[in-house]
């Protein structure tokens, strides 16, 4: 008599594709996520001009002796950062904030290799033909190569400013770096998102209710770029009162550049005001949102996108607030960075699981 087995369904190819896919996607997001804590630690540490030339192959090898230390310290003192503000710097300091720069670098060629390699892995198996049912899949991950590619570009790009004529990056720059990897962030996040839920599983809500859910991502967007700016000019140090500045709704010198349209780039009373009161604004807004959500008796995963989207700007406002209070002590800065991806992807989720009739 035959032996009788009892042996599980197996999964259908284009599901295994896309869970591998999918992922493949989620680790990505998680590493360009932890890219920008680290990023924000290497800027809140000082540490971001410490390594002067740029060198994408041979830049992952540390220093290994003393000479490679007294050849990279030597570059260093030629900066204006170090002339203007560190002279004097000992070789045990100039180590301290070497290291934040060259593990901030090191870790973005990781997420290279950990995107790169897999991708081609993956198109070679046939995972991307079996899980693409748009035709459009194999077009979505060689722009994220791309992005991730010109985004490595843009850092260095930045780190240039700072190595000329002043001791700190250009706010713009910076900003700009933020923004390209919030944004390579995001696509990787949707399309991860696309793989597993096909658009059409979403619940059914009202069209304002999309275009409110696409307006938040895009205020959220607003805030961090903003936040970056006040970064990049130290203005979190400043008029540490909450919600006044230093007794003032507005600073009187919150005016003092011409023409008046730069103060809110370069004013550092102006820049952290707009901060402040897009923050405010967004979090009004989004707490909007999810009441809105609640009356169109949203239910399942739409409803915990929409109430984890209200959890997170409670989060975030309450780590924005005490980081300008406690003068940006360097964990709850980070961690109010941290917040900004949070929620950004908390309102994506929500845009995902909805659909308007």
Same mark, same amino acid.
């Given at each position: ?16 594709? *896309? ?32 390594? *002067? ?305």
């Amino acid at each position: 008599m035959a032996a009788v087995t009892d042996t599980a369904p197996a999964i259908p190819a284009s599901t295994a594709s *896309v869970r591998r896919l999918a992922a493949w996607l989620f680790v990505c997001a998680f590493m360009v996520f932890a890219m920008a804590v680290i990023g924000a630690i290497t800027r809140l540490t000082e540490s971001g001009l410490s390594m *002067v030339v740029w060198e994408p192959l041979i830049g992952a090898i540390p220093p290994l002796n003393q000479a490679d230390w007294n050849q990279v310290f030597d570059l260093y003192k030629q900066t204006p950062e170090y002339v203007l503000e560190n002279a004097g710097m000992s070789l045990a300091a100039f180590k301290g904030i070497y290291f934040w720069e060259w593990f901030h670098r090191l870790w973005g060629r990781l997420i290279g290799l950990v995107f790169a390699l897999p991708l081609l892995w993956f198109w070679l198996r046939g995972d991307i033909g079996r899980a693409d049912r748009g035709g459009t899949l194999k077009w979505k991950l060689l722009g994220l190569l791309a992005l991730g590619g010109l985004q490595g570009a843009l850092g260095w790009y930045m780190v240039m400013s700072g190595l000329v004529d002043r001791p700190s990056v250009s706010q713009y720059r910076l900003a700009a770096h933020l923004s390209a990897a919030i944004l390579i962030y995001l696509l990787l996040v949707w399309v991860g998102f696309g793989l597993l839920r096909p658009k059409g599983d979403g619940a059914i809500v009202s069209r304002s209710l999309r275009l409110h859910g696409w307006a938040a991502l895009a205020m959220v967007g607003a805030t961090a770029f903003w936040g970056a700016l006040v970064a990049g000019l130290d203005a979190g140090m400043a008029y540490n009162t909450f919600p006044l500045m230093d007794g003032h709704v507005l600073p009187p010198e919150a005016w003092s550049l011409n023409p008046p349209s730069i103060n809110f780039f370069e004013n550092t009373a102006m820049v952290q005001f707009t901060h402040r009161w897009l923050a405010q604004t967004t979090a009004l807004f989004l707490l909007l949102l999810w009441v809105r959500g609640r009356i169109e008796g949203l239910s399942g995963r739409a409803a915990t996108a929409a109430a984890s989207v209200a959890a997170m700007v409670l989060l975030q406002v309450s780590l924005g607030v005490g980081t300008l209070l406690m003068r940006v002590p360097i964990p709850l800065a980070a961690a109010h960075q941290a917040g900004a991806l949070l929620l950004l992807t908390a309102v994506l989720w929500f845009l995902h699981e909805t659909r308007r009739a």
